[in-house]
């Protein structure tokens, strides 16, 4: 069974420029999550999607944004990035079925 | 307060130790409680989730909750050099695993 695949794993963008990230999830969940994980920060959760709808959010701003297709991959698109944007970007899906969150093995986004 | 503490170490142990990493929450309405191992570059892995109060184990990873104190632990035991990672602990507020709140990550190093 194929795990959470995220592309691409590297990407290193200009201030100002905006970016999109990818996320296809296990084979029958339904349920993808965000988050970005900094040295300082750790790992604070950006959104969540079920069937194609925002479940859940955290605290960042507007910039920040995502989807969920109706196959069940997800996109998260940063606009207008910052320097402090720079991060790991990681994506998890799950499956209501199982007490399980599987993660993907993360974009490393570099704003300079 | 954040919602789940973590002592972010690092902690270093030689080969064959007994590993003892901890978590602490304030929320009283956390029921699962997840171990995650990170290595260097990687995703997080689930390594194991417990639900409620008590033990699980397996192999020679242990999974303690003691809800009454709203403390968790993870004990490794016979560490190995391959066990080098940050540990992160997670707990989902209500039925749903779309939004994890996570400790900051306990950075283990075991030397040979």
């Known amino acids: 069974k194929a795990g959470v695949t995220q592309t691409p794993r590297y990407l290193i963008k200009t201030r100002g420029q905006q970016v999109t990230l990818s996320c296809s999830p296990i084979?029958?969940?339904?349920?993808v999550s965000w988050y970005q994980q900094t040295p300082g920060q750790g790992l604070q959760f950006l959104f969540e999607?079920?069937?194609?709808?925002?479940?859940n959010k955290g605290n960042f701003p507007g910039r920040f944004s995502g989807r969920q297709f109706s196959n069940s991959r997800s996109e998260m698109n940063v606009s207008t990035l910052e320097l402090g944007d720079s991060a790991l970007y990681l994506c998890?899906?799950?499956?209501?079925?199982?007490?399980?969150?599987?993660f993907g093995q993360g974009t490393r986004l570099t704003v300079v | 307060q954040k919602e789940v503490e973590q002592d972010p170490g690092p902690l270093s142990v030689p080969e064959g130790a007994i590993v003892s990493l901890n978590c602490t929450y304030s929320?009283?309405?956390?029921?699962?409680f997840m171990w995650y191992r990170q290595y260097s570059r990687k995703g997080p892995e689930l390594l194991m989730y417990?639900?409620?109060?008590g033990n699980k184990e397996d192999g020679r990873f242990t999974a303690q909750v003691d809800k009454s104190s709203k403390y968790i632990s993870l004990f490794i035991r016979d560490s190995q050099p391959s066990d080098s990672a940050t540990y992160l602990c997670?707990?989902?507020?209500?039925?749903?695993?779309?939004?994890?709140?996570f400790g900051r990550g306990t950075q283990l190093t075991v030397w040979p």
């Open positions: 998890a899906s799950s499956s209501p079925d199982r007490a399980e969150a599987f």
């Open positions: 084979s029958g969940h339904r349920s």
């Open positions: 999607y079920f069937s194609e709808t925002q479940r």
């Open positions: 929320n009283s309405a956390f029921q699962y």
């Open positions: 417990t639900y409620s109060s």
């Open positions: 997670a707990m989902p507020r209500g039925s749903t695993l779309g939004r994890l709140y």
